[in-house]
């Protein structure tokens, strides 16, 4: 194999967020700047000459071009064997499964996730290690100093490979394997929900549904799966060729992004069951007629309902939830006697819990959860999951949440996202919530009386790392909540997040709105961190 070594300097932009390197896709095609990032990450790995690398993006835009750059960069820097999704596709939650599956030494995943894609919106790229999840950040804080000292990559020196043709072929003593995206997530699922119920319910009619892809990865998964093995009725997944673009729409699974599924199902004749999925395939969406479930819901309600599904018929070990997602899933476990970690936002944190078996199920408020299965979130797995249980309890989804709420109370949760507010004002609107946190404890807004306010920490209680600086707390004495926290996933400026939980016991209440039944809170966060007096906003760019 002819390999070039190509001198470079080192971009100052190149440090990880939570989930990978996200930018503008003009930032990546800069000259170099891919390479140096790719490079950066070959630099941070040990002994993996002659393993197997697998890759694999959403398909967005550069996508394609980006791949064939990293398979001759991994030729290059010593990998043995290549496996990639057909067309360069992998849905997030299956490059992990195929990690795993195939023993592969780990993985590059390209995905912005929930962000726009095109030649003027963003692109992303991360490393997964073999377990198949997310590179910790003991690797991440490596590879960022190694961008910051690059002199050089190296690169083979040979043909673009076919994404497209299923097989295998060599190039200077490299195999590289073109694979069914689809098939061993699909062969995944089936191991893990009863599709024989499934196949009944759905034939019978006691289940319709619809799912919107987003022109997003997950329109091949949910057209093999949901149509052509359960037996939806064509059309049940609807925007289901991925596109570079997404067509034009904002690949993000909520009630602000996905207008075309809340009209359905907030319709005359909705369906059964509705549901959405991201760019990459790792959020959900959740809805039965006339019904929308919260994240924070819907992990409490896996939880407490987990025994219904063929693969955790025995139980589960414990939950772990992010720390601004709602004390729902605490309660379930409480009440069950499971443990329950709460950890920092970013789905890397789970890995560790997962491998050392301390849980089973895990989520976020972002629209995300997931099991053991991989070590990823994952959309199409949270739908198999909502399916088998309307199946197995013969209930409408509005049924399944009502039962709960009643069962274990309800935390009537939202959360207000401010894109893109410039830096400068977003740490300053942290710096002024930080100054306050000491003088918090005892001060009472009506019936809202502080018990503690903090900014949060987390040990690893399998490997003891520490994560600080997770965002900020205020804890109120009736057991509500306002978290602050600035996100990682954005490309332009800060997005500041609030978060605001407040729980109810009495079933009468239960069905507020909740930007009513929270009016106070999202008074009490306005004082406590002025955002919209410091950016001249009057509202939030997205609720949810």
């Given amino acids: 194999m002819t390999t070039t070594i190509t001198k470079t300097t080192p971009y100052d932009d190149q440090k990880p967020g939570t989930s990978g390197l996200r930018k503008k896709v003009k930032v990546f095609q800069q000259p170099k700047y891919l390479e140096n990032f790719v490079q950066s990450i070959f630099d941070s790995l040990e002994d993996f000459q002659g393993k197997t690398l697998v890759i694999g993006g959403d398909g967005r835009y550069f996508n394609r071009k980006a791949i064939q750059i990293i398979i001759k960069m991994a030729a290059a820097n010593g990998f043995g064997e290549l496996i990639i999704g057909q067309g360069g596709l992998l849905s997030t939650p299956a490059a992990s499964n195929i990690i795993r599956k195939y023993n592969a030494f780990g993985g590059i995943v390209l995905s912005a996730s929930h962000n726009p894609g095109g030649p003027e919106e963003d692109f992303g790229i991360k490393y997964n290690v073999s377990n198949g999840g997310p590179a910790p950040e003991k690797f991440t804080d490596k590879l960022y100093e190694n961008t910051k000292t690059i002199t050089g990559y190296k690169k083979a020196r040979f043909g673009d490979i076919d994404l497209d043709l299923i097989g295998e072929v060599e190039k200077g003593g490299v195999k590289i394997r073109i694979i069914d995206s689809v098939a061993d997530y ?3 699922m089936a191991k893990i929900f009863d599709f024989d119920l499934l196949k009944q319910s759905i034939h019978n009619g006691f289940i319709t549904l619809r799912f919107d892809a987003m022109h997003a990865i997950t329109g091949p998964y949910a057209k093999h799966i949901l149509e052509d093995t359960l037996g939806a009725a064509p059309g049940s997944v609807f925007n289901a060729v991925p596109l570079e673009d997404f067509g034009g729409g904002h690949p993000d699974p909520n009630m602000a992004h996905a207008h075309e599924l809340c009209e359905i199902m907030f319709g005359a004749d909705a369906p059964t069951f509705g549901a959405a999925s991201d760019g990459d395939g790792d959020r959900n969406m959740v809805m039965g007629a006339n019904i929308f479930v919260t994240p924070s819901d ?5 939880a407490a309902n987990a025994k219904l599904i063929p693969a955790y018929a025995k139980g589960i ?9 709602s004390q729902a899933v605490d309660r379930v476990a409480d009440k069950l006697s499971l443990p329950c970690y709460e950890t920092p936002t970013g789905w890397k944190f789970f890995g560790n ?6 849980i ?15 070590r990823e979130k994952d959309g199409l797995w949270a739908v198999l999951f909502w399916l088998n249980l309307i199946a197995r309890k013969r209930e409408s989804v509005e049924d399944i949440v009502h039962e709960h709420w009643q069962k274990y109370g309800r935390d009537i949760y939202c959360r207000h996202d401010y894109e893109a507010v410039d830096s400068e004002i977003a740490n300053g609107i942290v710096e002024h919530l930080r100054s306050q946190l000491s003088s918090l404890p005892g001060k009472s807004w009506g019936d809202y009386e502080v018990k503690f306010a903090d900014e949060f920490s ?12 997770q965002g900020i707390r205020i804890g109120f004495v009736n057991s509500s909540r306002i978290v602050f926290r600035l996100s990682g996933t954005g490309t332009v400026g800060a997005t500041l997040r609030i978060y605001l939980e407040r729980y109810e016991r009495d079933v009468s209440k239960h069905a507020q709105d909740a ?11 306005e004082q406590l961190c002025e955002v919209k007096k410091r950016t001249g906003r009057t509202e939030p760019d997205v609720t949810t």
């Fill in 186 to 188: 699909a062969e995944l």
């Fill in 298 to 302: 819907s992990l409490a309600i896996m």
């Fill in 317 to 325: 070990s414990g939950v772990a939830r992010s720390m601004p997602t």
């Fill in 353 to 358: 819990l997962l491998d050392a078996d301390k």
């Fill in 360 to 374: 089973t199920i895990c989520g976020e408020e972002s629209f995300g959860s997931g099991s053991n299965h991989v």
């Fill in 458 to 469: 987390y040990t690893d209680p399998v490997d003891g790392s520490v994560s600080s600086n």
């Fill in 515 to 525: 930007q009513v039944a929270l009016a106070e809170l999202i008074e009490i966060a």
